[in-house]
Structures are given as C-alpha cells and as structure tokens.
C-alpha cells in the first residue's frame, strides 16, 4: 500500500503552474498511481493567488491536501511560500522560486514585502530548497520556462523515472516550446542544493 | 498500481470534462447552458465534440426549455448551469416534473459551498424534493461520467427529468476517468403530438401530479436496489451516510468505518438506511450544507448525528470531520500576515474608465454581477449593491420610486452585456412603462468575461464558434422606449465623465452603452498598442494615477533628500508604469494632471 503523498503548488496567476501540475499529474499517472489534482484560483484572471492540491497513492480519496501535511511544496513566487505554512509541517520540503511579484497593496506603497522569508520557513524546521528559476530561464531565452524548471526540481523528489517526464512534455507541450521546456526540466532536475 | 496499465483506456479529466463524455457516451443530442462557476466547462467541453448540437443560451430558464424542447422532439438533451441559475430555470424545471420526458432529459447543477465565486451558498438537493424530480450527486470524475449515463437510463425509464448535482470540488478536480464505448440509441426523433402530457393545462395536470407520485413511489423501490446505492461494510461501531464529496472526506478521516455512499439523494432509499442504521452502534450524517439527508433520516425514526457536530456552511474538510466526529485535532503552524493578492481588474480593462468616473461622481450605484463587479474594491469603491444578475436595474428604479425626485442625478444602475441580455432587459422596460428616471450604464465589453471569455448574443458569435446575428443593444433600448440611448469609448475619461454627468441629470431613462472590448481577448491582447510610462522627474507623486487601481501602476517611495534634490520637499514617491503589465489603454495618461505620463518612447528616453 503506497500511502497517500501531498504535493501542493502555489504562485501566481499566470505562472504556469496549471501546466506544472499537469504534468507531473500526468508523469505520476503513468507511474502506476492514483492521481487527484484540484485547482483553486479566485475570481481575478490575472495576478491573484493561484494554488493546485496533487495528491498521489494507491487509492486517493479527498481531493485536498489536509492542514499540516505536505510532503513537497512548489512555490513558484517567494511570498506565496509562507502563505500556505498551515499546510506544511517539519518534514514538508518547500522549493521556492525567489523571484518576487509585488502584491497590490505592495505595490502601491501600502504594505510591504516581507523579508526574510526562506528564513522564517527554515526556523520552522523546514527544508527549503530556493531556486533562482526566473533567472535561470532567462539565461535559456525563454522566461516561461520558469514553471519546467521547478518540475524538474520537483521530479527528484517524485518516485517517477526521469524518462517518464520528457515523455509527458513531449505530448503536453506546445511543438514548439518542447525542446526548451525540456532544457528547463533538466537544469531544474539537476540542481544541486 | 495496476489500474494504469493501458493508459489508452484511461483519462485524466475534471468533473466537468467527465460530465461532458459521460453525455457524448449517452448520445446527447442538444446541449444548453449559461456559462456560471463551477457548471461553465461542462458546455464549453462538449461544444469540441462533433455530433452534438450546443450553445450558450441567453439564460438558464432558456436554456432548460430548449432542453425539453429537444427532448420533446425525442432526442436526448441536457441542460448544465450553477446553482443560481437553478433559481432561474425554476419555472421551468416544476412544470417539466409534471411533463417528463420524451429522449431522456438530464439537468446539472453546480452548487458552490463556501462560494468560492458566488454570491451565495444554495443547497439544490432541495430543488430535488420541492420539483419531485429524481437527484444524483457524484463524488469523483469517474462518478461524474458513469452518473451521466445512469441519470438518463432513469430519465428514459421513469419518464422524467433527472437531476445531477455537483459543488466546485466534484467539478473542478481531475481524477482519472475510464471511458466506455458510446451507446448506440435507437432514435425516435420527431413530432408526436401528446397534449396530455405535454399540455399543462388544469385537466392535464392534474392527472399529471397523480403520476408523478406514483413515479416516486416506483424511484424509492429502484433507490433501495440501485447498485450505486452502496454499503461499504467497515467496523460495525461507527457508520456513516454520505454522498458527493463528503464521502471522499470520510473515507480519507475514517477508513475503517461502515459508509453508506448514496449515489441518488433523492429519493432515498429507506430500507438500506434503516438496515445499516440498525447495524452500527452510531450513526453520522455528513453532508455539506443543508441537513438534507439528516433530516430524512430522522423522519424515518432513526436515530443520528449530523449537524449538531457538522457545520451546515462552507465546505467541509478531512481535518474538520476528525475533529467534530473523535476530537481529534492535529497542531499545525499558524499562518503568519502577509499581503494578500485580492483579484484586480486587470490592467486595460474598459470596465475601470466608468468606475473611476462614477467614483468621482460620488453616485449611488446599484450593481450588478460580472467582473465589473470589482468595481466595488479600493480605490474604485464605486458599487454600492450587488444582489443576483440583472438586479441593478430594477434595484435602481425602486430607490427612485421610494426616494422621488430627491434621488435625480444620484443613482445610476451597471450592468455587463451578458448579465443584460440575461435578466437586464425586463427592468429597463419596467423603468420605461412605470416612467422612471433612471440612467442605465451598460457595460458592453465584448464577452462574457467573468466565466471565462464565452461568446453571448451581444458577440456574434456562438458556442459552437459560427458566426451569427449580434444583438443590437442600442436598437433594442431604444425599441424598448430608451429614448436617450448613447456608445461611449470608456478608456476616454473626460467624455465619459461628461457624459454621465449629464445623463444623470436627465428626468428621463438614458442607457449609455460602454463599448470596449474586454483587454484579455486574444485580439485585444495581438494588437500590440505601445505602453506608457511616467517621467520621473514630472511626476509630482499626487497618486492621482493610482486611483484607477490599475496593477500595472505602482508607487516608489523616495526619502526627504531625494525629494529636495527633486525641489519638491513634501515629495513621498513617485509612480511607475510596468512595462511588462501596461496594455497601453491611456486612461492613466488623461488623468495626470502634470503630464508627467507618455506613450513609450516619448520620454525623451530610448
Ligand atoms: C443566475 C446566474 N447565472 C450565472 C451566474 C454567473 N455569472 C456571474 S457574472 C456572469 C456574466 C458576466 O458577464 P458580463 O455581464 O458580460 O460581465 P463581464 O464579466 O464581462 O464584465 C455570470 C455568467 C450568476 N452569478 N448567476
């Protein structure tokens, strides 16, 4: 019996993470599992808090991921990954992409942005692994990457061989985008921390 | 893990995706619906089939009658809509109770418990018991596709409509889905005439409604042999009843107890529930919403807890159920401040002209429902009711009428061109024929945005992606007796100030027609117009700009040094335009005073 994993992916609206999830979704599926995935997104189009619950086993029930227990969160924005702490514990991993989108209120000189926030995971004993994928993308020309990038972080932790995932990129990406989103998913899957 | 093998026969599908092959395999015929979270992808997936006649009716009522229609003509049809649209197909949905069907006639609704994108919280297994009509209620996407089939094998057999229901966690989840061949439908299209029993007049009905209890009486002897009526015999301590996804929730918090899982929630099936009842020591109900099951359950004399531990709103949860049921609390971090990110209008929406403009009207403005509605939200603050689709107008004309020419020039009602071709156009006749005053803004931005960008009769286009007749809003208010009746570009920001200032001064009805096409179109989004951006050295930092609320405008701070190099001591900040963000649509540029806003490139600057 594989016990029900929790794979909880934040960000912003716009970021690809709908695609991420797919497509680790996808990857676990072909591994033989039980897949439930349920996306939340609020009413704004654009720039609002996105988040998309993956739950994996043999047989999974609940479509959402229960307070206090991820197994690896994927923040694809800084700030986002303090947003969801309720939902981790000390043994959660959290990736993080360090770029930052300034929130409104943020953005308009009314709040601030919070600072030191990888800290503030790790004095809670979790293990955070901060990837620069904006960055990183750049440097490969295409800053879409961003989302590739950071499952292929995540597929070093998935028990899904690596072959299993250029395969669901091939079928699920744009002909176009394939080659570079698959350049994204390695440097992401081989990062060292 | 061994379920997967052949993953040609498996799919990875949403509720609603599942919904909408479960209908393709039970040879639907006609689709009708009106577009409404959490109900919107089940039509708009089935328009990509091919055999399937869909389209995006002007409401839910419409939408339903079109559906008998067909199934009157014989074939199977379908309606699909959210759960307020229910209310507005209720007419409808009471009398085709007493009708039934000729091809068999399914009816989703889609209820959203914690209204995650609703302005309230509606339990529609009510509507099951209220119209007599059978209800279905999936738990899962695999659910969701095999119910379809079922519901219209019951539609067929029991000559009625059959309604299934789903919340935004059955419908936007995606599990995985084991598609089955299609049915092959003897089909029996075409006109019979039956006035019996497609006539509602008295003398038919009446023997109708005999019918119709005579068929509830057959449905409760089907529901107690109803295979997806099932017992999952656990420990015999403690049992529950459940349906849809609180069923998920129990077996997540509660894997070795006995589940009674009720796939039909109406009616239901009272020998099973007292045999299980009398086979565990006690007994649960967990249901979200209403007391819907519990309340049944207890009629019968049985004896079980529900909502006395269990709340009867919002969604419920794994973690909650463990709690109220063995008190069970698991000591999780407690989440920490930090910014939220409300949802915006987006940058270039046509929708924050007006609302910026009514803002500095100080106006009364009775609302309405699309994404105009953020309008309501700082800065704009510009919406003061917000009730159900087409509300405003006739909300408007009531605070006239009560208030007499005290409220001229103070009121003014928005609606979107989806939500007036909905449920706008009976209120403005009302304003019209009753010799109101009232200034209608209609807010004409090319698309139903809100759900997702459908098509709708104001567009020209359809659900099936032909091109048709687009409806004329201004020939139809002025048919209707509008006889001041005005299109404006709402990006133009001192022509729209004028002219509603003026039209509000009218002791006339006017409709003003805000035309620009909604800035997430893809032909909006192609035609590349240039950005703006602010001279930093101009900007006198007034913030003036940032009124409009645009998030592709944000502040920098500047200290007091860098304000006396700037020679304006009392200086705070100055604003910056992202030129990433910035769809170039120039209302920021008209409301700087300082000029300090330009077309890119324009800086001086390269
Ligand atoms: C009876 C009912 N049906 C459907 C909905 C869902 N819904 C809310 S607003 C809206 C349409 C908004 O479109 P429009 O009026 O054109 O405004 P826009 O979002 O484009 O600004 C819909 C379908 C609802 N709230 N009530």
Known sequence: MAETKNILFCGVGGQGILLASEVTSEALIRAGFDVKKSEVHGMAQRGGAVEAHLRYGDRVYSPLIEPGSVDVEVAFELLESLRYLPYLNTSSRVIVNTQRILPPAVATGLESYPDNIVDELKKRGIEVLPVNAFDMAKRLGEVRAVNMILVGVLSGYLPVEEDVFIEVIKERVKKAFVDINIKAFREGRNLKF | ?606
């Not at chain 2, 009398?95 to 959203?112: F, H, M, Q």
């Not at chain 2, 920490?336 to 106006?363: A, D, E, W």
């Open chain 2, 1 to 606: 893990m061994q379920k997967n093998k052949d993953l040609r026969k498996i799919a990875f599908l949403s509720g609603n995706e599942a919904f909408a092959l479960g209908a393709s395999e039970s040879a639907v015929r006609v689709a009708s619906a009106y577009p409404g979270t959490p109900s919107t992808e089940i039509l708009e997936t089935l328009s990509t089939y091919k055999d399937i006649y869909t389209e995006w009716a002007p409401n839910e009522k419409v939408a339903l009658e079109v559906a008998l229609g067909a199934s009157i003509a014989g074939v199977r049809a379908m309606a699909s809509m959210k759960h307020v649209g229910l209310n507005v197909a209720a007419d409808p949905l009471f009398t085709a109770s007493y009708t039934g069907v000729r091809g068999g006639l399914v009816v989703i609704v889609a209820d959203d418990p914690q209204m995650h994108s609703s302005q309230n919280e509606q339990d529609s297994r009510n509507y099951a018991m209220a119209s007599k009509i059978p209800m279905l209620e999936p738990s899962e996407p695999e659910e969701c596709r095999a119910f379809i089939r079922e519901a219209f094998r019951i539609s067929e057999e029991f000559d009625t409509p059959v309604l299934v229901r789903t919340t935004t966690r059955v419908s936007h989840v995606k599990g995985i889905v084991y598609p089955e061949r299609k049915k092959k439908r003897s089909v029996d299209a075409g006109l019979v005439k039956m006035p019996e029993k497609f006539v509602m007049l008295p003398a038919h009905a009446r023997k109708r409604r005999i019918f119709i209890e005579e068929r509830l009486r057959k449905l409760k002897e089907f529901a107690e042999t109803f295979s997806s009526n099932r017992i999952e015999w656990g420990d015999n301590e403690t049992g529950f009843i459940t349906s849809g996804v609180s069923y998920l929730y129990v077996k997540e918090a509660f894997p070795g107890a006995s589940v009674l899982k009720l796939a039909l929630v109406y009616p239901l099936p009272e020998r099973m529930i007292k045999e299980f009842a009398r086979k565990v020591k006690r007994l649960y109900i967990v249901e979200e919403l209403d007391p819907f099951i519990e309340l049944h359950v207890k009629a019968m004399g049985v004896k079980c807890i529900g909502k006395e531990i269990i709340p009867s709103y919002y969604e419920l949860n794994t973690a909650q159920l463990k709690e109220a049921v063995i008190g069970e609390k698991k000591e999780i971090f407690p989440s920490v401040n930090i910014p939220l990110r409300p949802p915006v209008m987006c940058p270039g929406c046509p929708h924050r002209g007006i609302f910026y403009n009514l803002s500095r009207l100080k106006v009364f403005v009775t609302g309405d429902i699309g994404c105009y509605t953020l309008g309501a939200l700082k800065p704009l603050s510009a919406m003061d009711t917000c009730i159900c689709m087409g509300a405003g107008i006739g909300n408007a004309l009531g605070i006239e009428k009560a208030l007499g020419e005290d409220a001229l020039g103070k009121v003014v009602a928005v609606i979107g061109d989806s939500t007036f071709v909905h449920s706008g156009i009976t209120p403005l006749i009302d304003i019209v024929y009753n010799r109101g005053f009232t200034t209608v803004i209609i807010l004409d931005n090319r698309t139903t945005a809100m759900t997702g960008h459908q098509p709708n009769p104001a567009t020209g286009r359809t659900a099936m992606g032909t091109e048709t007749v687009e409806l004329d809003i201004a020939a139809l208010c002025r048919a209707i007796g509008v006889k001041n009746v005005v299109t404006i570009n709402p990006h133009d920001i001192d022509n729209t100030y004028r002219v509603i200032r003026e039209e509000i001064k009218r002791p006339e009805p006017s409709v003003i027609i805000s035309r620009a096409p909604c800035a997430l179109l893809p032909e909006v989004r192609k035609a590349k117009r240039p950005g703006y951006t602010v001279i930093e050295e101009t900007c006198t930092g007034c913030r003036i700009c940032l009124k409009l609320g645009c998030p592709a405008i944000d502040w920098v701070k500047i200290d007091r040094d860098e304000a006396k190099r700037r020679g304006r001591e009392k200086q705070k900040g100055y604003a910056r335009i992202s030129a990433v963000l910035c769809n170039g649509c120039g209302e920021c540029e008209m409301v700087c005073k300082f000029d300090a806003i330009v077309e890119e490139g324009q800086d001086g600057r390269d």
